[in-house]
């Protein structure tokens, strides 16, 4: 079974709406949560991560993301895309203990001018 | 420059052949992964070393799959009688020791097509 969950797969917006990315986990266990971003021709890099503390986590490039522990999700927010947000976007929640990332399958966003 | 680098940056290999992959972490990172990505997928973890030992090859889906880092610092993953299912992006990432888990950064990869 699927640890990891992101539930949409492509993404179309227009500047200037705003974004929700979905990630669900299934581990029962405390874990570190991670959003990485691969824009087009570029490496995987880090937008945020949450270990602990407050649950409301600020990235770089206005994004965002909420720990709800209830809901086993790390949801990804911003409220107003940009063309160079246009990229793939990571969800990487993993257990506790484990150094290794667990990514999801991605979500590819393109925003439209 | 100062990033993880990887070489080659895109290898075809017949089936059967043998092929390595070289990574570079960045300079006095401890820590080194491996980690496979098949076309529109997440990655998969393959592999981790702390300086020259590997100290979790979980993820390595066969005994096909070798992968080394003598001294800690370069670190090179081995496929051999490579298969079609081999195809994927090979990603190499590197971190500090800080804390158990840390920011992992990421190689360019290396794109492997096996005909």
């Known amino acids: 079974a699927q640890s990891v969950s992101q539930h949409n797969h492509h993404v179309i917006l227009s500047e200037a709406a705003s974004l929700e990315l979905g990630c669900n986990y299934s581990?029962?266990?405390?874990?570190?949560l991670f959003w990485y971003v691969q824009y087009p021709g570029q490496h995987l890099q880090l937008l945020l991560k949450?270990?602990?503390?407050?649950?409301l986590v600020k990235g770089i490039k206005g994004f965002e993301a909420e720990f709800i522990k209830s809901k086993f999700s790390f949801n990804l927010r911003k409220p107003s895309v940009q063309w160079s947000d246009t990229a793939e976007y990571f969800c990487?929640?993993?257990?506790?203990?484990?150094?290794?990332?667990?990514f999801g399958s991605g979500t590819r966003l393109q925003v439209q001018p | 420059g100062a990033g993880v680098s990887q070489s080659p940056r895109y290898k075809v290999a017949k089936r059967g052949q043998d092929v390595a992959l070289r990574c570079d972490p960045i300079s006095g990172h401890v820590s080194l992964f491996w980690y496979q990505q098949a076309l529109g997928q997440g990655p998969e973890f393959l592999t981790y070393f702390q300086n020259e030992a590997q100290l979790d090859k979980s993820g390595l889906p066969s005994d096909r799959f070798f992968a080394e880092r003598p001294e800690g610092s370069v670190s090179t993953l081995k496929i051999q009688r490579t298969q079609q299912e081999d195809s994927a992006v090979y990603l190499c990432a590197s971190s500090l020791p800080l804390g158990v888990v840390n920011e992992q950064f990421f190689g360019p990869g290396t794109r492997l097509t096996v005909l």
């Open positions: 990487a929640p993993s257990p506790t203990g484990r150094r290794a990332l667990t």
């Open positions: 949450y270990f602990s503390g407050d649950p």
């Open positions: 581990y029962g266990g405390t874990v570190n």
